[in-house]
Nanobody
């Protein structure tokens, strides 16, 4: 599975950005797709995820400001980020987790930098 992320950039505080991530390759029906972020010296943290059944999960810090969605085929995931804050500055990574029953496989896209200026 390959993940191609896009949409990062520089934005002022209060602004918006939309990240996209397209998955290709060997897909399994039962999966989640999501976004994680990482800043220097810190662990990668979950920002938001969406299951193949549409169930969403958000970090408390982004609830009400970020919205995760996926296209009809389920292979592209979007993260609409609004009311951005300087603390949202990070490298954002797309993730796809496929549930095979006997194991889970994680795939990662290349990171995309999001910088929010104050």
């Amino acid at each position: 599975v390959q993940l191609q992320a896009s949409g990062g950039g520089l934005v002022q505080a209060g602004g918006s950005l939309r990240l996209s991530c397209a998955a290709s390759g060997s897909m399994f029906v039962i999966n989640t797709m999501g976004w994680y972020r990482q800043t220097p010296g810190k662990q990668r943290e979950l920002v938001a995820s969406i299951g193949s059944d549409g169930t969403t999960n958000y970090a408390d810090s982004v609830k009400g400001r970020f919205t995760i969605s996926r296209d009809g085929a389920g292979n592209t995931v979007y993260l609409q980020m609004s009311s951005l804050k300087p603390e949202d500055t990070a490298v954002y990574y797309c993730n796809r987790r496929q549930f095979l029953g006997f194991r889970n496989d994680d795939y990662w896209g290349q990171g995309t930098q999001v910088t929010v200026s104050s």
